[in-house]
């Protein structure tokens, strides 16, 4: 008896040569609607789903496959005598292939002008039953969805006369994280619709970007995957321009870099070092931008990442190209820019479209046994009631000063502490286990120049030390979020020396 093969696919890509190969092995072929339609008009012969049914298309297509006669042929055991008696007295034929691929539902939802219903119209329900019969019953079928099997499957058929077992089992198990995928892809898209903000399961998918030659670590492994919808302005959007392969902690320091950046509207640069930035400048252009970056910390710069807001000129990658780094990642790049930075062989040149929308998307962040899930902190200074507690008031400048170190604080590990001057940091103490050693390691990376300062802290004072270490060294405004039962004693210190001292209400951890 010929084996069969039914094949329904949405992707048509290299269809009609994968079923000409597989009639070339004796297979026949079973097709519905426009994948039957295409086959035909190339000449081959198909047999439509309403011959093995016995029933036409229903419904707008939405019932064809889902028989006894499709279902009963995917499923049967091969060496299970009642299986076969089954079919037998039922007039069933074997099924030994599944070609399929699923309605559009993500190209759908990518679309802007796209309903609900068009959503809902385009969740496939026969195609992952049949895929999840077949991808069951796989030690007897053989089960395709994705086109990058087509030639490893012709292969096989052409060197051994079959598929291998170890190959229909591969198949399998990408069958069911196909079909796992799509799943849960819509239940993301259903969840998000009725507004559910903690459901009781939590299903996302990623798709694979590029296995990595290593993590962390040179001993651990590492992927880097994708969500299948994501903004262009995200590190999974960026685009590689020129340079080496990029390693886990680069694509970990650039999408660090990308949050810092984002929060400004003039050019403005930031300087990444394991995740925590270094130096952050503002300017009238990319070039001074980066200059104020580099003097806020010319140390911790070298070998760090660059993001920029605007496009890198001939101007700002001379200077860029004195030292090492490991990524400049900016919107564009001009041509003169590219030819001087292309010289160093190994700078990873990388491009993110900024001005795309994006709104925040939920962080996961996994832990043994399970993984947290919070908003992205995107609270900005226009989003907050600001108050005044101390007698002194900052001025217009040391306002624009303290809103520039807030901006850079959100993104600097807890406990943080960052001091600016001039539009560029001048101190950053970060990750430490109590506010006045970061505020000491800030103060000190500053030097003579926190004198005229103004400082930002990520979460209020529980007393007056660090306000106290900040009149020391000459810092002349804060800001802070203010809240602690102690909150009196730092005003009351910044009063005694004159310091100037905002309260935004808002805390910016970052673990």
């Given amino acids: 008896m010929a084996k069969r093969a039914l094949v329904s696919v949405s992707d048509k890509a290299g269809i009609v040569p994968f079923v000409k190969s597989l009639i070339a092995q004796g297979v026949e072929i079973i097709s519905t609607g426009g994948t039957k339609r295409q086959l035909e008009e190339e000449g081959l012969q198909v047999i439509g789903i309403e011959e093995v049914t016995g029933f036409p298309e229903m419904m707008d ?15 049967a055991v091969r060496n299970n005598e009642e299986h076969m008696s089954a079919l037998s007295s ?48 796989h030690q007897d079928v053989t089960i395709v969805v994705d086109t990058a099997d087509y030639d490893g499957v012709i292969e096989e058929l052409q060197e051994f006369g079959e598929v291998t077992d170890r190959k229909k089992q591969k198949l399998a198990a990408k069958a069911f994280r196909h079909t796992a995928a799509y799943d849960a892809l819509i239940a993301e898209y259903m969840t998000k619709h009725v507004g559910e903000d903690a459901p009781e399961k939590l299903t996302k998918t990623y798709n694979l970007k590029q296995t990595l030659r290593y ?12 969500r299948p919808i994501s903004s262009p302005a995200t590190i999974a959007k960026a685009k590689q321009l020129h340079g080496k392969e990029l390693s886990y902690n680069n694509i970990n320091d650039a999408d660090a870099a990308i949050a810092v950046i984002r929060d400004f509207n003039e050019p403005a640069v930031a300087a990444i070092k394991h995740m925590n930035p270094c130096g952050v400048g ?3 252009d990319i070039a001074q931008a980066y200059q ?31 030292i090492f780094l490991e990524i400049i990642l900016a919107p564009s790049f001009t041509e003169e820019a590219l030819k001087i930075l292309k010289e160093k062989k190994n700078l990873r040149l990388m ?100 004198e ?29 979020p203010g809240g602690s039962k102690r909150d009196q004693e730092s005003i009351d210190m910044a009063n005694e020396h004159g310091i100037a001292m905002v309260f935004t209400g808002v805390r910016h951890f970052k673990h």
């Fill in 452 to 480: 005229g300062s103004v400082m930002a802290s990520d979460a209020f004072f529980p007393m007056s030390d660090t306000v106290e270490a900040a009149a020391k060294a000459g810092i002349r405004a804060i800001i802070q």
């Fill in 90 to 137: 039922e007039k069933i034929s074997l099924i030994d292939f599944v070609i399929v691929n699923l309605y559009p539902f993500q190209q759908t939802i990518e679309n802007p002008d796209s309903t609900f219903q068009d959503a809902v119209e385009n969740i496939d329900i026969g195609g992952p039953s049949m895929i999840r019969s077949a991808a069951k019953n």
């Fill in 215 to 226: 993590g962390e670590n040179p001993h651990q492994m590492a992927s880097f995957y994708e």
């Fill in 351 to 450: 491009t993110i479209d900024l001005e795309a929308h994006y709104a925040g998307e939920s962080r996961v962040t996994t832990v043994s046994g399970g993984a947290l899930i919070q908003e992205t902190d995107t609270l900005s200074y226009e989003d907050v009631e600001v108050t005044i507690p101390t007698d002194r008031k900052p001025s217009d400048r040391e306002l624009e000063q303290i809103q520039m170190a807030w901006k850079v604080v959100k993104h600097v590990k807890s406990n943080a502490i960052v001091l600016a001057k001039e539009d560029r940091t001048i101190g950053i103490g970060a990750g430490q286990m109590n506010r006045i050693g970061a505020a000491k390691i800030a103060i000190e990376q500053a030097g003579e120049a926190a």
């Fill in 282 to 284: 503002i300017g009238g």
């Fill in 61 to 75: 297509g939405r019932v064809k496959t889902l028989h006894p006669a499709i279902h009963g042929g995917l499923l």
């Fill in 292 to 322: 104020k970056a580099y003097e806020a910390d010319p140390m911790s710069i070298f070998g760090g990442i660059v993001a920029c807001n605007r496009e890198v000129d001939a101007e700002a990658a001379a200077m860029m190209k004195e």
